[in-house]
């Protein structure tokens, strides 16, 4: 990453007080970025100053709460940056709210929140940033997506495929529509991370399939830096790790055989929960 290639720009971090939002905040401060985050739980809010503290550059951060499903707490948020700042560079939509559990299961309160917090916040903070990067002539919106969104081979969370599918077809409808304007849309989509509350308070490991054992689970910091790397070169789609495309191939090609290969061996047996170790 080419150093400070962010510098004076101002960038927006949604659900980034914990994990991959964290994460990205971080390296988007690393590299010379204001950072701009927002999150709902007030755990993390608490914490972030302090964890902010210990990078070097502490005076790049800038906390609030924000509840992203509320469209008026959303425009509010934005607008008080665009008058304070006069620009928004960077927007990344990561903020999603989580239930894993099977459709009769899950209340359609929750599945109704999993769709606003993940899908119509995303909605509402490109209309309010858009236009502001059309005039500027510059911008990069960051959507994260998922490898669920793409295939869908059972014991996932309905709503949550169902809510990482639209983020996908948003984004990529999006890019199509601004493809002759300056301004950069990139759709992120991770594989299994490890060590955030995905797996560590709403995720049950045992909800995985065995074959999830075998794959490296991603760390946060990792998906993070492939989120640079492709906001630096300008990829408009970021699968981490790029290997998902064969599954993605497998599951367009032959979706009863992924979703067999899914059921093969039972429940994981790894604790997703904790971040993964790297040796070597």
């Known amino acids: 990453m080419t150093k400070d290639f962010l510098k004076d720009q101002v960038c927006l971090v949604t659900g980034g007080a914990q994990g991959i939002g964290w994460a990205t905040a971080r390296q988007l401060a690393a590299a010379g970025g204001t950072v701009y985050v927002c999150d709902i739980s007030e755990e993390h809010l608490a914490t972030a100053p302090a964890r902010a503290a210990e990078t070097p550059w502490p005076e790049r951060f800038h906390?609030?709460?924000?509840?992203?499903?509320?469209?008026?707490?959303?425009?509010t948020w934005c607008a008080g940056i665009l008058e304070k700042a006069g620009h928004i560079d960077v927007l990344v939509n990561n903020a999603?709210?989580?239930?894993?559990?099977?459709?009769?299961d899950m209340s359609v309160e929750d599945v109704e929140?999993?769709?606003?917090?993940?899908?119509?916040?995303?909605?509402?903070?490109?209309?309010?940033?858009?236009p502001a990067m059309l005039a500027r002539g510059r911008?990069?919106?960051?959507?994260?997506?998922?490898?669920a969104g793409r295939v869908f081979a059972g014991n996932s969370s309905?709503?949550?495929?169902?809510?990482?599918a639209a983020v996908?077809?948003?984004?990529?409808?999006l890019q199509v529509e601004l493809r002759s304007t300056p301004v950069q849309v990139m759709l992120v989509r991770p594989g299994t991370v490890a060590g955030t509350e995905f797996f560590g308070k709403h995720v049950p490991s045992s909800r995985m399939p065995r074959l999830a054992d075998f794959v490296p689970p991603l760390t946060p910091d990792e998906v993070a830096r492939a989120i640079m790397d492709g906001l630096q070169r300008r990829r408009p789609i970021v699968d981490v790790p790029r290997s998902l495309g064969a599954f993605y191939l497998l599951f367009e090609h032959a979706p009863g055989f992924m979703r067999w290969l899914a059921r093969v061996g039972g429940s994981a047996r790894s604790d997703f929960?904790?971040?993964p170790s790297r040796t070597g």
């Open 63 to 75: 906390f609030s709460r924000c509840d992203v499903s509320d469209r008026q707490q959303v425009e």
């Open 158 to 164: 309905a709503a949550y495929a169902a809510v990482k």
């Open 273 to 275: 929960s904790m971040l």
């Open 139 to 147: 911008g990069h919106i960051i959507n994260i997506g998922s490898s």
């Open 168 to 173: 996908d077809g948003y984004s990529q409808t």
């Open 113 to 130: 929140r999993t769709m606003a917090v993940g899908f119509h916040a995303i909605v509402y903070t490109t209309h309010r940033v858009l």
């Open 96 to 104: 999603a709210f989580v239930r894993w559990e099977n459709v009769l």
